[in-house]
């Protein structure tokens, strides 16, 4: 995989930085671009990075995207991608493998249970919850057992496994409906449940994005950190922050940006600044590049 540049076009001139809408947020802002060599930068692949698509397989990062990380990495502490998915699967749709200025992306797939290396091309992690594989071999016939509409699909996640609802009649209800009896099983097992976007992740517990994120800023060193995300499984990386940013003896600025979305307001809600899907992400990412000197 290589980089994502295209030399036959040049790249639009930035909008200038938008300013957060929280006095939280504006410090936070302010820190980084004070101080972009202490700056931790991490985002959520599904939704903020690439658009959300009907079958999670196809989904592949916004074309500009990796082109305006690579821009932005070499001025900051650190660019860390934070996924429920597989490590592996989000560098390979991501096609962040490769990529001049990304020599030291990380990767953090299920949730910060597995590291990819850019420098390195590995991946670490530790055995498999055989709470997981209970349940996979257990799911198509609860399901059936439990009569889910029709379009409700199973996805293979390695360490984890989603129930989606999205190709349903009707998904929301679909959604509401699946999550209770998803718990139960979920807990006979071990496992946890994490709501999506139209989708309940079954999973081991222990680990969420928020708790990747503190342990990659400490490893860091971080003096600010900037998350972006647009689903509830991004909501513990925002609890992070806000924690980061009020703890009592050494606060740490942070900078909340959801990537908007229709289907999910909470993110929306707790965000400092809002940006309008991966495309404004972009946008953004090319104005803060700007801003601190790029």
């Not at 592949?60 to 699967?89: N, Q, Y």
Request: net charge negative.
């Amino acid at each position: 995989m290589g980089s994502h540049t295209d030399s036959t076009h040049s790249t639009p001139s930035p909008s200038p930085l938008p300013t957060p809408a929280t006095a939280a947020g504006r410090e936070g802002l302010d820190a980084i671009l004070a101080r972009p060599s202490g700056a931790v930068i991490a985002f959520d692949f599904d939704g903020t990075l690439s658009p959300i698509v009907s079958d999670p397989e196809q989904a592949r990062a916004h074309p500009d995207v990796v082109p305006a990380l690579a821009a932005l990495a070499p001025r900051v502490a650190s660019v860390a991608v934070i996924t429920g998915r597989p490590a592996e699967l989000a560098v390979r749709n991501g096609g962040f493998a490769g990529v001049p200025g990304l020599e030291h992306l990380v990767v953090l797939g299920h949730y910060g249970a597995e590291r990819w290396d850019a420098a390195t091309g590995e991946i670490t992690g530790p055995a498999p919850h055989p709470g997981v594989a209970a349940v996979r071999a257990e799911l198509p016939g609860f399901l059936e057992q439990i009569g889910a509409p029709r379009g409700t699909w199973i996805e293979e996640k390695g360490r984890a496994i989603g129930v989606h609802t999205r190709r349903t009649d009707a998904p929301q209800e679909a959604f509401e409906t699946l999550r209770a009896p998803l718990t139960d099983l979920a807990t006979r097992n071990g496992l946890v449940v994490e709501p999506g976007r139209m989708v309940l992740e079954l999973r081991p517990p222990g680990m969420d994005k928020g708790v990747a994120l503190l342990d990659h800023a400490r490893e860091v060193g971080a003096t600010s950190i900037l998350y972006g995300g647009d689903d509830l499984g991004d909501l513990p990386a925002f609890a992070a922050v806000e924690k980061l940013r009020t703890h009592t003896t050494h606060t740490t600025p942070g900078l909340l940006l959801c990537v908007a979305s229709t289907e999910v307001t909470e993110v929306r809600d707790r965000a400092d600044m809002t940006v309008a899907g991966p495309e404004g992400l972009v946008e953004f990412l090319r104005s803060l590049t700007k801003a601190i000197g790029g």
